[in-house]
């Protein structure tokens, strides 16, 4: 996404982004909306760009024939466990609208795009993260993104 839009970019571990940005080594971080108090950077962070882009869903893929292996006990755990997850899913948007109210009370500013620049914003990031996709596993990536992507 970062190289999409015409800058550099490095991968860094968390625990380093906080120096990198105190220092000025980087002008920003792409993180998702909650966790940057964990890590004190709301005192490195003058801005937030909406919208938002990828989101850090967590998925539980199974091969069929490893499902199939494991039996239906096993399956039954696994399927209540997920129920659990998607039960808790529509917490996520609420979560996320508090912790933009936590980070404003920081002084985090939010740099709302104007709708045309967020269609661009929005669309470069899917771009950009089928592309990544696609150079990890092209045929895999192809059949992922038909599954996965409207039409």
Do not use: C
Request: net charge positive; no cysteine; proline share 5%.
């Amino acid at each position: 996404m970062v190289e999409a839009l015409g800058a550099s970019a490095i991968t860094s571990p968390p625990a380093e982004v906080y120096t990198l940005m105190e220092r000025g080594t980087v002008e920003g971080y792409g993180w998702p909306t909650s966790g940057i108090f964990d890590y004190s950077w709301q005192k490195v962070t003058k801005y937030r760009v909406e919208p938002a882009f990828y989101s850090a869903a967590l998925h539980a893929l199974v091969n069929l024939n490893v499902w199939n292996k494991l039996g239906a006990e096993r399956q039954k755990i696994m399927q209540e466990a997920m129920a659990v997850i998607e039960a808790k899913a529509g917490e996520r948007i609420q979560l996320d609208a508090a912790e933009r109210k936590r980070q404003a009370e920081a002084g985090i500013k939010t740099i709302d795009l104007p709708p045309a620049e967020a269609k661009k914003w929005s669309d470069i990031a899917k771009s950009a993260g089928w592309a990544a996709v696609m150079k990890t596993s092209p045929e895999t990536g192809a059949k992922l993104k038909e599954l996965l992507t409207k039409k």
